[in-house]
């Protein structure tokens, strides 16, 4: 069974940093595309950040370029959400998800696999 666990959310002041990750068990990350979603309460869910599966590629929404890196490391099998100057707009749910190879949008659809979801709050 794929599962995927995300950690290191928290309550963060504005300008603040986190760094999110998104672990996977029961199989190899190396043929999956991850993505980084999230949700805040009210809002439909976003597309945020994606890596292809060999890390050569990223794209970022709009709202994050310049402020998020993600990253993958295969051999721990783990792909990370790095998180700087962080806003009270971006507090939500950040859910990592995959789907073979390329990240080819954000189509929630086309991502069979989801974590759970950890908790990004923004405030002073």
């Known amino acids: 069974q794929l599962q995927l666990v995300e950690s290191g959310g928290g309550l963060v002041q504005p300008g603040g940093s986190l760094r999110l990750s998104c672990a996977a068990s029961?199989?190899?990350?190396?043929?999956?595309?991850i993505a980084w979603f999230r949700q805040a309460p009210g809002k439909e869910r976003e597309g945020v950040s994606c890596?292809?599966?060999?890390?050569?590629?990223?794209n970022y929404a709009d709202s994050v370029k310049g402020r998020f890196t993600i990253s993958r490391d295969n051999a721990k099998n783990t792909v990370y959400l790095q998180m700087n100057s962080l806003k009270p707009e971006d507090g939500a749910i950040y859910y990592c998800?995959?789907?073979?190879?390329?990240?080819?949008?954000?189509?929630?659809?086309?991502?069979?696999?989801w974590g759970q979801g950890t908790q990004v709050t923004v405030s002073s």
């Open positions: 890596i292809s599966y060999s890390g050569g590629i990223t």
């Open positions: 029961g199989f190899t990350l190396d043929y999956y595309a």
């Open positions: 998800a995959a789907k073979r190879y390329y990240c080819s949008g954000y189509e929630a659809l086309a991502f069979g696999s």
